[in-house]
């Protein structure tokens, strides 16, 4: 076999200050991406499947559809079966989540198993059996989830109201797992048909092999098991356009809960914006330890909070920025949203040290270390990138989190962290009856 005519091959090395993570891309004539990561220094191999098939692309009156499929990923397919049994039998284990933009599922094996694991992904990218019965379970499952983490776990429903209220149009108003119960239990068999046929196809995966693996041979196993599935028609996503929030919103919430709660959420732009690296150090700046300026502020001195965090979804379109916060007894939910707003008007006037930017990049840095030495996380990451746009992206992203300036910083806390930008989500508890 003539493997230039089936692979559109390119290498990548991107060099950088801290580290290099070096791989080969293909793309298959089917229009699968193909990543390979070779470590010689692990006795494992991992593959990791991305489909361009998060809660996103749910249907509006069928929300939950992406992460029931998740499940059902896992029910057999036409030649193999059951999926985790020879899984099991070549001494891997595996896993799956969903998030509003993906569908991944991984794979851990031992390296001369690889070829069992790339035969398992092909079969259920290609020949999933999806039947009645392991519908009725699947959902059931689902709806266990969904009682166990949203309707009885303390603030379980609180991404329920977050993204109703900080969405009106786009498809990120419902949170994964569905926006009801009634969602989930109203999927029929041809409705996941019709949602695995239009994602679930080569030209809208992306495919990652790392660790001990051998690139030419992995090429060939590639082939072997996904180069005769059929590419599948374009997807053309094309959502309502959501217009800017130009009001605070704020939903007062009577819950089961231990403590009053605030959560309070500001919409920012998309992942890929040349923006995001600084309100991504920002919510480090606010959130990150004991020594942040939150908790400097809130918890430390003024003893509203316990607890106080903030951080960035990071979802691929347009994001959100949280700062949540559980509350001393005898505080209202009123009163932790007012220092809140008080926190933030000082921080907004206060200027960055350096030594404070010196670690907000370094244990920025840090974390991107620890991260590349696994090659499950790796694995993940290059998927990631590949499907945001470009796996190069790994070696890139830690550049451009070291060129952000201070004063980059308190741009974007002036611009976003403002009441017109703000949905905000206050709890109180109730006693049980």
């Known amino acids: 076999m003539n493997i230039s005519n089936v692979f559109v091959r390119n290498k990548y090395q991107c060099l950088h ?11 298959l ?17 991992v593959t990791n499947v ?168 992995s090429i060939h196993l590639v082939e072997k098991w996904f180069g005769t599935l059929s590419a599948g028609k374009p997807i053309h996503f094309l959502p309502e356009f959501e217009p800017p929030q130009t009001e605070l919103k704020r939903k007062k919430l009577k819950a089961i809960v231990p403590v009053p709660a605030v959560y309070m959420a500001f919409r920012i732009p998309s992942r890929l914006d040349q923006r995001f690296p600084a309100i991504d150090l920002l919510s480090d700046l606010l959130g990150l330890g004991r020594s942040s300026r939150l908790n400097e502020l809130l918890v430390e001195k003024w003893n509203i909070f316990t607890t106080i965090d903030a951080y960035v979804n990071g979802t691929n379109d347009m994001g959100l920025f949280i700062i949540e916060g ?38 920025f840095a840090t974390t991107l270390e620890f991260s590349s030495l696994s090659n499950l996380h790796k694995a993940m990451n290059l998927a990631y990138f590949e499907n945001l746009g470009s796996a190069e992206m790994i070696n890139t992203e830690l550049g451009e989190y070291n060129a952000v300036e201070a004063e980059s910083i308190l741009v974007e806390a002036n611009t976003i962290l403002k009441p017109e930008n703000c949905s905000v989500l206050l709890y109180y508890p109730e006693k049980l009856p």
Request: charged share 20%.
């Open 326 to 363: 559980k509350l001393n007894d005898g505080e209202s939910p009123e009163k932790g949203e007012e220092m809140i707003w008080k926190a933030l008007k000082i921080i907004k006037s206060q200027k960055i040290q350096p030594g404070e930017m010196s670690k907000l990049k370094n244990t």
């Open 29 to 45: 004539a089917n229009g699968l991406r193909v990543i390979i990561h070779r470590d010689p220094l692990t006795p494992l191999a």
């Open 50 to 217: 991305v489909y361009n098939a998060g809660s996103k692309f749910d249907p509006p009156q069928l929300t939950g559809m992406a992460h029931l499929f998740e499940h059902l990923m896992f029910g057999g397919s036409k030649n193999a079966g059951d999926f985790d049994l020879p899984q099991q039998l070549a001494g891997g284990e595996n896993n799956a989540f969903t998030n509003a933009d993906i569908t991944n599922y991984y794979q851990v094996l031992p390296g001369a198993n690889l070829e069992i694991a790339l035969w398992l992904e092909s079969e259920r990218m290609g020949f999933l059996n999806l039947n009645e019965k392991t519908l009725q379970i699947q959902k059931e499952v689902v709806l266990e989830e969904y009682n166990e983490t949203c309707l009885n776990e303390p603030y379980g429903d609180a991404w329920h109201y977050i993204h109703h209220m900080a969405y009106t149009k786009y498809p990120y108003r419902w949170p994964t797992i569905g926006m009801t119960p009634d969602h989930i239990k109203n999927i029929e068999l041809e409705n996941v048909i019709e949602f695995y046929s239009k994602y679930y196809h080569p030209s809208n995966a992306v495919l990652v092999i790392t660790g001990n693996v051998d690139t030419d041979q």
């Open 17 to 27: 200050l801290c580290r290099m993570i070096e791989f080969s891309k293909f793309q």
